[in-house]
């Protein structure tokens, strides 16, 4: 199993900042993606930022230029940075893993980190 851990959610203000981060309760290796999803009330959950370990980053095209994904420890720990927030920012983020078992790649979530950029 993999314990996936959000933290860095809060409140802020239209065109404020918050830094995200995802983390594993215990350090694994053949993390293969993770990616940051957002799912706002009413809404279906999207896929925001995410990251592979051959470094390939992919964004959402409301996320480019305002957020940035980057990684530490081979996937270990992804972080979202996200700059110029706007009220249609207000989510509930999640974070999604992917691990290579070898036989089969198994895909995890965490209970996500509430945002809301509000005046």
């Known amino acids: 199993q993999v314990q996936v851990m959000e933290s860095g959610g809060g409140l802020v203000q239209p065109g404020g900042s918050l830094r995200l981060s995802c983390t594993l309760a215990e350090r694994m290796l053949r993390i293969e993606h993770v990616a940051w999803y957002r799912q706002a009330p009413g809404k279906q959950r999207e896929l925001v930022a995410g990251i592979m370990r051959n470094g390939r980053i992919d964004y959402a095209h409301f996320a480019e230029g305002r957020f940035t994904i980057s990684e530490e420890d081979a996937l270990n720990t992804v972080d979202l940075q996200m700059t110029s927030l706007k009220p249609e920012d207000t989510a509930v983020y999640y974070c999604?893993?992917?691990?290579?078992?070898?036989?089969?790649?198994?895909?995890?979530w965490g209970q996500g980190t509430h945002v809301t950029v509000s005046s």
């Open positions: 999604n893993v992917a691990r290579d078992w070898g036989d089969f790649v198994g895909d995890y």
